[in-house]
């Protein structure tokens, strides 16, 4: 495990959570008195590579003052497997026990255990975010979803505790449409945000700085604050 010191004062570590079945590579970075920490999930093995969530990653670092973790939920082996078949991405169950092991590590860890925990998922690994927030209502204070797919939570939507920020491009019309239906299902704070013109992966012009700002509002208004970090969450 090796850290490096950056100018903006984060510090960033190379880290390595042994789940059930893997050993998952992740990115640690601590900004220097933050105030959570989020997890992003995505479906495939690219969340912790993907520029699109590193984009995202930084701004709430920036913004918010909160340490994020970018984590691989399928090891190399899996993610192999995955890019023949896709059906890794869609195994949810699976996903979403991976991302829970990685909860529990977040809750135990010397750098994060004493902080409050939000997620962020992107596509199918929105659904495991649902599902691990449903599964783990005293440590997930906040969830966003970017283009995700909270359809595949199934039962789990309707369990979720966490006040949960749905973000979906304009123009990805059917994946707009299961989320309005996962919010009507959904018995927790809930919002649905429409970013105008925008695809499923926000690829246009200002578009993922716009995903960016939404999620940094919404974990910095529900995200318990530093002066609340000893206190139970429900």
Request: hydrophobic share 45%; charged share 25%; aromatic share 4%.
């Given at each position: ?64 003052s909160v340490g994020t ?139 993922l700085l716009e995903v ?23």
């Open positions: 495990m090796s850290a490096q010191s950056h100018p903006s004062a984060v510090e960033s570590y190379l880290v390595r959570v042994d789940t059930p079945g893997a050993s998952l590579e992740g990115q640690l970075a601590m900004p220097a008195e933050p105030r959570g920490v989020v997890l992003f999930a995505h479906g495939s093995g690219s969340s912790r590579h993907s520029p699109r969530n590193k984009f995202v990653a930084q701004a709430l670092r920036e913004d918010v973790l970018l984590i691989d939920l399928l090891s190399a082996a899996e993610d192999a497997i995955d890019a023949r078949t896709a059906r890794l991405r869609f195994d949810i169950g699976f996903l979403a026990s991976r991302l829970i092991s990685i909860c529990d590590w977040l809750a135990t860890d010397r750098r994060t255990h004493n902080m409050p925990l939000g997620l962020f998922g992107a596509s199918t690994g929105a659904a495991a975010a649902l599902i691990a927030g449903a599964e783990r209502p005293d440590d997930v204070a906040a969830i966003v979803s970017r283009g995700g797919r909270p359809d595949l939570a199934g039962a789990a939507v309707a369990r979720v505790r966490a006040p949960t920020l749905l973000i979906v491009g304009g123009d990805d019309v059917p994946v707009l449409d299961l989320n309005r239906q996962a919010m009507q299902r959904m018995k927790t704070v809930c919002e649905l945000t429409v970013i105008p013109n925008a695809g499923h992966l926000f690829e246009e012009p200002g578009k960016s700002r939404r999620a940094s509002a919404w974990f910095n208004q529900h995200l318990p604050g530093l002066d609340d970090r000893d206190e139970p969450r429900g």
